[in-house]
């Protein structure tokens, strides 16, 4: 639904790595490809690993490619990122963090209902979540360095 609103001319997954299970990414891949490969014409160099429990590695991942893209694409206008935080919430914090700092346009499809016949449900209580700290305001994180010393 986002893919056909957005209409990209490219799409980077991103995928929680180092994640539990450790097999994750592999089993999203596996569930996702036929999108990827079909619909997105997602090329394995445009999957963008982000750590499954640390927004702040996405946020600061996210920067870096905006920053080489702005290199890029400088001389044809420049591009735009679009984010879509799906899956995971501490992912999502990530990329709402860089879309807070870069002004990057977020597009969301939400579930207006759910239905299901309670037989179906699965009754058994969810394992507990862990819990992800950021900072918010300040400057309690360091910038990313580039591989000349400089920062971002």
Request: charged content about 20%; overall charge negative.
């Amino acid at each position: 639904m986002v893919h056909k609103f957005v209409e990209p001319h490219a799409v980077c997954p991103i995928l929680p790595f180092p994640a539990t299970p450790p097999r994750f990414p592999d089993r999203l891949i596996e569930d996702y490809g036929d999108l990827f490969e079909s619909s997105w014409q997602v090329d394995a160099r445009d999957l963008v690993y982000a750590h499954e429990k640390s927004p702040v590695d996405l946020y600061r991942t996210i920067l870096v490619i905006d920053d080489a893209r702005k290199r890029v694409f400088k001389e044809m206008g420049g591009s735009q990122i679009i984010l879509s935080p799906v899956g995971s919430k501490a992912l999502a914090l990530g990329m709402l963090m860089a879309a807070l700092e870069r002004d990057f346009a977020v597009v969301l499809v939400e579930s207006l209902a759910y239905s299901a016949a309670p037989a179906v449900l699965n009754v058994q209580r969810a394992p507990r979540g862990d819990l992800v700290h950021i900072w918010l305001h300040g400057e309690a994180y360091g910038l990313p360095t580039h591989s000349d010393g400089t920062e971002s």
